[in-house]
């Protein structure tokens, strides 16, 4: 997947896509919600007595199955309501990190301002690294491997920018499931753009 960019006279930024905004995180909010809606709604049908699930008239004709399905509220019914809100606390603290994009933000290269600047969006304060654009010393791609569950060995490049003073900072990476092209593309015009070399990187 591609990174968005956004190309100015002299200023090239690069955005960056949170960890909370993948597909798990979507999933884990959504069910968080649904569940704690489910057993909100059991423990207010218990504290109402009523029953939570009305069996169909087929079904009910069966001796050993109730016409419904009743939770006393105490203890049953109370505590489904307890975990129904913590569950429900959950799920908003994830849409939360969600909607802010924590860990998102953006690497941007200014040539009008002499600088590249890397930001973080975090809570409840961001994190912002700025480096004089003399400190650049190169590119470096480095190759590394993974191995998965299943003893499956991978391997993937990440995209460095050398500095003198803050050593390597990696430009990609993993989870943002970058194509070899998309690296080199991304090498090449950062290349072109700060006017230094692209090096292997040997760790």
């Keep these: 997947m591609k990174q968005p960019v956004l190309r100015l006279k002299g200023v090239l ?37 009523l029953g939570f699930l009305v069996l169909s008239e087929k079904i009910g004709y069966f001796p050993f199955l109730p016409d419904a399905i009743y ?19 959950f799920s908003l603290y994830l849409w939360f990190i969600i909607f802010v994009d924590i860990g998102g933000g953006y690497d941007m290269f200014d040539k009008n301002e002499k600088k590249v600047e890397f930001v973080r969006w975090g ?23 993974k191995t998965d569950f299943f003893n499956r060995t991978f391997r993937y490049e990440i995209l460095y920018l050398e500095t003198e003073r803050n050593g390597f900072i990696p430009l990609t990476r993993l989870e943002d499931d970058l194509f070899p092209r998309d690296i080199a593309y ?18």
Aim: proline share 6%; net charge negative; with cysteine.
């Design 13 to 49: 930024v690069y955005y960056i896509l949170g960890p909370s905004r993948n597909l798990s995180s979507y999933f884990w909010a959504f069910t968080f919600f649904l569940g704690s809606y489910g057993f909100i709604s059991v423990s207010v049908f218990s504290y109402c007595g």
């Design 71 to 89: 939770f006393p509220f105490i203890p049953q019914g109370f505590t489904m309501g307890f975990y129904g809100i913590v569950g429900l606390l």
């Design 123 to 145: 809570f409840p304060n961001d994190i912002t690294l700025e480096i004089p654009m003399e400190e650049i010393v190169s590119l470096r791609i480095a190759s590394h491997t």
């Design 186 to 203: 991304k090498a090449f015009e950062l290349s072109r753009f700060l006017d230094v070399a692209v090096l292997p990187l040997y760790l």
